[in-house]
């Protein structure tokens, strides 16, 4: 069985907007992600790399090129089988934690177990075993809006791994914090990717964040290229 957990293979990806009246944002990238592997995706602003993260993860489809994740091609499949292959092998962190504000932190964590098959009780124990992870179990029950920036985060990324993704992908996790929470925030984030053993692609602005990963690529001109 290959060992990679993510591959992308001559992604290409142009929108239609205002003048000039294309885009082209993507150029052929190619990635592949290794299993247990985190990866630190740098780029300037505006260089694509929301979009890649977006198309890695199934949310959007490429122009041209290939997306294998945990060994099924993705793309040029149904809407069906990129929503199955999503729920179950990739986990999405953003820059504003985006929980649902009417539930609390133990909720939205047990919420898409819910949706992938997982009875209550099994959900409730994996949520209260990786809310304790990352060290915010006693703020199970308060609803987000009870909760600090970076306890929000973190519940964020306990909901990324509720069904024990393969792929992790996240978009700036760290850059709606200050820098003493974001260090924080990183180890924990950290912390449960090693532990999981799972792949891990993300993007931030920070080097210092990033040199602390496995290895950098920088996206460029919509080409990566590996950093250092």
Same mark, same amino acid.
């Given at each position: 069985?290959?060992?990679?957990?993510?591959?992308?293979?001559?992604?290409?990806?142009?929108?239609?907007?205002?003048? &000039?009246?294309?885009?082209? @944002? #993507?150029?052929?990238?190619?990635?592949?992600?290794?299993?247990?592997?985190?990866?630190?995706? @740098?780029?300037?602003?505006?260089?694509?790399?929301?979009?890649?993260l977006h198309i890695a993860g199934l949310l959007d489809t490429p122009d041209q090129g290939t997306v294998e994740v945990a060994g099924q091609v993705a !793309?040029?499949?149904?809407?069906?089988?990129?929503?199955?292959?999503?729920? %179950? +092998?990739?986990?999405?962190?953003?820059? =504003?934690?985006?929980?649902?504000?009417? =539930?609390?932190?133990?909720?939205?964590?047990?919420?898409? %177990?819910?949706?992938?098959?997982?009875?209550?009780?099994? /959900?409730?124990?994996?949520?209260?075993?990786?809310?304790?992870?990352?060290?915010?179990?006693?703020?199970?029950?308060?609803?987000?809006?009870?909760? !600090?920036?970076?306890? %929000? %985060?973190?519940?964020? =990324?306990?909901?990324?791994?509720?069904?024990?993704?393969?792929?992790?992908? /996240? +978009?700036? &996790?760290?850059?709606?914090?200050? &820098?003493?929470? !974001?260090?924080?925030?990183?180890?924990?984030?950290?912390?449960?990717?090693?532990?999981?053993? #799972?792949?891990?692609?993300?993007?931030t602005h920070n080097l210092d964040l990033a040199a602390r990963m496995d290895r950098m690529v920088r996206l460029e001109n919509g080409v990566l290229k &590996?950093?250092?």
């Open positions: 069985m290959s060992d990679v957990a993510l591959r992308l293979t001559g992604l290409t990806k142009t929108y239609l907007q205002g003048t &000039p009246a294309e885009v082209q @944002v #993507l150029r052929g990238v190619d990635l592949e992600l290794r299993a247990g592997e985190a990866v630190a995706l @740098v780029a300037p602003s505006g260089a694509g790399k929301s979009t890649l !793309s040029g499949t149904s809407d069906r089988k990129r929503t199955g292959i999503r729920r %179950q +092998d990739v986990g999405f962190v953003y820059q =504003f934690h985006h929980l649902l504000p009417e =539930f609390t932190a133990l909720e939205n964590i047990v919420l898409p %177990q819910l949706a992938n098959g997982a009875s209550e009780a099994a /959900a409730k124990d994996r949520a209260m075993q990786l809310l304790d992870r990352v060290g915010v179990a006693a703020r199970a029950g308060h609803r987000p809006a009870a909760l !600090s920036g970076g306890e %929000q %985060q973190r519940v964020a =990324f306990c909901r990324a791994l509720a069904n024990v993704p393969r792929v992790l992908l /996240a +978009d700036e &996790p760290t850059g709606n914090l200050d &820098p003493g929470t !974001s260090d924080q925030v990183f180890e924990a984030l950290m912390s449960l990717v090693r532990e999981a053993g #799972l792949s891990a692609l993300i993007a &590996p950093v250092g």
